[in-house]
């Protein structure tokens, strides 16, 4: 993660649950959040970069 964070990537978290019964806090990403110390600028948010997609390969259409 060091290394992803150091190259540029975003990071996301998530569960395998299978219903919001089995919904907990997701303990261990949040341990790897402090470990590696990722900011809020780590963290990926759809919708959040621009240009889109569509935007940046509007000359492939």
């Known amino acids: 993660m060091r290394r992803a964070k150091a190259a540029g990537c975003k990071f996301s978290l998530g569960t395998a649950n299978s219903s919001d019964r089995d919904l907990h806090r997701s ?5 790897m959040i402090d470990k590696c110390g990722l900011a809020w600028n780590d963290i ?3 919708g959040a970069f621009y240009p889109r997609a569509i935007e940046r390969r509007a000359f492939l259409l």
């Open 27 to 31: 303990a261990y990403g949040i341990e």
């Open 44 to 46: 990926f948010i759809p």
